[in-house]
């Protein structure tokens, strides 16, 4: 076990000494005890981890240790999604306190002018998604030829959404001489090609593998239900169980919002985030979670990357047909070692994922027995055609809309091609260039 005093070993600033105290940050995880000598000694890194295990921390404090508040943009730090993005920035900027270091945080559908002043006020780190990076790169406004430091954030995701040429792109515009660290759940070929690429000799470290992830702190269980009843019987489990905390995971978004509108109706304290809602209303939901409220409704666009404490429950209203999913998705409980629970609602065609996910993640799946008798259409305020609602669709369109973690079915996301890009604001109706807007 690390000692409370064990970050003094890496010789760090006394800004940073003072960052970390007031973020509480005592013993560093076991992914920072072995990433950041290996970073503050300039080799390039690979770091197979899952989330939850402190990877940020590992890759932004000994890039703000080695970067100076004079220094011009010499830090990128590229991520897949704009939630996750503005993760990494609350935490960089919380770690860079008293540096002077300042970052700037681009992403689509927020307004891109806003984001070309505050480069335009300085900023010695960028931290954004590929698409909005290549866009402002392409208009004179991030200059990459003076990067020192490359961080790829999720990078099988990144692959997942279709996103590796872009990034492609943009390290063929960097220098040669500069640090590369390469962060990843899982590591299909792809990743190991890219790195083969673009890297020099890069450290490897596998802190754990996803086989780890759910053995030890999360209770994995089930209830077997019809499509026509699911609703009833996340709501009995909810009535039985009474999560503290949950994050329930919908495969849609037009089963998100039934299940939003469904748990508010009979009271409960809910909020809902997918790919439709504006950016302002997302942050505005991820907060309320953040803060009291019980209920969080996702799609696949939160499975990864959120950084949520307190967690306890993860309910699968849509049980993930690819193991890896779910996988990523538990991830979202049991962070830093405490105790999660994990809750499946499987339909009878679909009874083998149980197997899979058992085989698959070494885990037990415990069958969940449970009194739906006072939850009926009535008592649900399900009526007409609203008692289709929430149902499952089948399995062919279901998977279409994943995109797995870790093989498998890889989904495009509607990329464009250079034709047609346009610029300004990523809204729904004016993509731009490859930046991804969740459809699901």
Not at 150 to 165: K, R
């Amino acid at each position: 076990m690390l000692q409370m005093d064990n970050f003094e070993k890496f010789n760090l600033s006394k800004e940073m000494y003072s960052a970390l105290k007031e973020m509480n940050f005592k013993t560093p995880t076991e992914v920072q005890e072995k990433a950041i000598p290996i970073i503050l000694n300039g080799r390039d890194i690979i770091v197979q981890s899952k989330t939850g295990t402190g990877k940020t921390g590992a890759f932004l404090i000994p890039i703000i240790q080695k970067l100076k508040a004079s220094d011009p943009l010499s830090a990128m730090i590229i991520v897949p999604t704009r939630e996750l993005a503005i993760q990494v920035h609350s935490v960089m900027r919380k770690l860079a306190h008293g540096s002077g270091i300042k970052g700037v945080l681009v992403y689509g559908g927020a307004s891109i002018n806003v984001q070309i002043d505050k480069l335009r006020d300085g900023a010695n780190i960028v931290i954004g998604t590929p698409g909005r990076i290549i866009d402002l790169m392409e208009r004179g406004e991030i200059d990459v030829t003076r990067i020192k430091f490359l961080v790829l954030d999720e990078a099988d995701m990144m692959l997942d959404m279709g996103f590796i040429d872009d990034i492609e792109l943009i390290i063929r515009s960097m220098p040669k001489e500069k640090q590369m660290m390469l962060f990843s759940a899982t590591m299909p070929s792809k990743i190991y090609g890219l790195s083969q690429r673009y890297m020099k000799k890069a450290d490897i470290l596998n802190i754990s593998s996803d086989q780890e992830l759910t053995v030890d702190t999360i209770s994995h269980s089930y209830a077997i239900s019809d499509r026509a009843h699911k609703i009833r019987t996340l709501v009995s489990y909810i009535d039985e169980y009474k999560p503290r905390k949950a994050l329930i995971f919908s495969d849609t978004k037009h089963n998100a919002d039934f299940l939003h509108r469904t748990l508010a109706r009979l009271g409960y304290q809910v909020a809902v985030i997918h790919g439709d809602m504006r950016q302002a209303q997302r942050e505005r939901s991820l907060l309320d979670f953040r803060n009291n409220v019980q209920f969080l409704v996702a799609t696949n666009v939160a499975s990864r990357g959120l950084d949520i404490t307190g967690i306890s429950h993860i309910i699968n209203y849509d049980t993930p047909l690819d193991p890896y999913v779910y996988v990523h998705r538990v991830g979202r409980t049991a962070r830093m070692g405490a105790d999660g629970v994990a809750f499946s609602i499987v339909v009878p065609q679909e009874e083998y994922v149980i197997r899979e996910i058992e085989n698959s993640v070494s885990v037990r799946m415990k069958p969940v027995y449970l009194d739906e008798s006072k939850f009926d259409d009535s008592a649900l305020g399900l009526r007409g055609n609203n008692r289709a609602e929430g149902s499952e669709r089948s399995r062919s369109d279901r998977y279409e809309r994943h995109g797995s973690s870790g093989g498998g079915f890889r989904g495009n996301y509607g990329r464009r091609p250079p034709q047609q890009r346009s610029g300004g604001n990523y809204s729904h109706g004016n993509r731009g260039r490859h930046e991804y807007h969740p459809n699901h």
